[in-house]
């Protein structure tokens, strides 16, 4: 528990929208910690930023929809065209890494954004 609250005071004391990437699709690793003590599980992804304040996080066929605030995400998760979870949360962009908690889940996000994908000619 101490860990997940020196996670969101992290979180707190760095600037949300310090160094979002540019919009456009990029190669991504996802990684979920479900606990404290739970090491993060890690898969790629694939991350759309549509603008400093809207982006999208798909892992095969779940999309996490991000509305980025100044000081707060608002994550709707969606499975195909059904809202399978949504929550607020307080969050940093620290380089490339994405960095969210859901209190309430004791679940730590962080998305890392790779290479930007091309779009097709």
């Known amino acids: 528990m101490r860990r997940l609250a020196g996670c969101l005071l992290a979180l707190v004391a760095a600037p949300a929208l310090a160094a979002a990437p540019a919009p456009g699709r990029y190669q991504a ?15 790629p992804a694939e991350l759309e ?15 996490y929809r991000l509305h980025l605030r100044p000081a707060q995400v608002d994550v709707t998760a969606m ?21 969210f908690v859901d209190a309430e889940k004791k679940a730590r996000y962080q998305v890392k954004a790779g290479a930007r994908i091309r779009p097709p000619r």
């Open 29 to 43: 690793t996802l990684c979920v910690a479900t606990s404290a003590s739970a090491p993060p599980n890690c898969g």
């Open 49 to 63: 930023v549509h603008s400093a304040s809207r982006a999208e996080v798909r892992v095969a066929d779940l999309v």
């Open 79 to 99: 499975h195909g065209r059904m809202e399978i979870d949504e929550f607020s949360a307080e969050y940093a962009w620290q380089g490339d890494v994405l960095s």
